[in-house]
């Protein structure tokens, strides 16, 4: 029997036994393993862009288009930005390509390319050493030139000065010729000659001679035999730069 405690008051006892009873534990979680670090993932290194060079008959194509619109228009930093647009890796063989092209050209054309050139170098687009192994590859191709353009030497000598090659370096850039003076009339003599000429007409004659007497140089070696040099420099009225040849 149950006795006084009605079924009322046992529901309400059994609810307040719970309502005392220690909270239950909650159920140990097992450790979270910690995250793994991923190596990050290697990032694709692109193989270098090949070199832009161009062919000897598009580059022929290019140089013959260029100097035909400069002699025209005679605007300098076109003429700058047409060569820059050929590329750094070809400035070599452009260089090459307008002496080439300059051969069969006429005296103000040749005037006005130097120009142009000279803008090259005011404006830090070609390098001296650049210009200087242009020159130098094309000068193995200038006697044979000269015997059908007979300014030939000249205007290579104008090209020279015009790229602003230092007197120490004439020689480099005439390559084999610069030695080749075995002949009454050295193939160096005229290109020689037109290279002091043309610098004396852009830095004139006081600051050419300060150059000559800085680098030492010597003229003499270009022109052949020692009885013909004083007659060369005079007829090319540049004794007065060297009067030591008198």
Known sequence: PVGTRNMFDLLINDEDDESHAPPRAEPAKAPSKPAESKAPAPVPVSAPAPAKTMDTETMQRKIKGMIDEYTSIKDDMEFVECFKELGEDNFQLAVFEIANNLMDRR?????????????????????????????????ELLEDMAIDAPNAYKFFGI???????????VAEALGDLATNVAASQPPAMPIVCAYIKHC?????????????????????????????????????????????LA
């Open 159 to 169: 090209l020279v000065a015009s790229v602003r090659v230092p007197l120490t370096r």
């Open 200 to 244: 004396v007409e852009v830095e004139g004659e006081d600051r050419m001679r300060d150059a000559v007497a800085e680098a030492k140089f010597d003229v003499a070696k270009f022109l052949g035999k020692d009885s013909v040099v004083p007659s060369a420099l005079k007829s090319n009225e540049l004794l007065s730069l060297f009067p030591q």
């Open 107 to 139: 005296y103000s054309h040749t005037e006005q390319v130097a120009k142009g050139m000279r803008a090259l170098r005011t404006n830090n687009v070609l390098s001296e050493d650049t210009a200087v192994a242009g020159l130098a590859e094309y000068s």
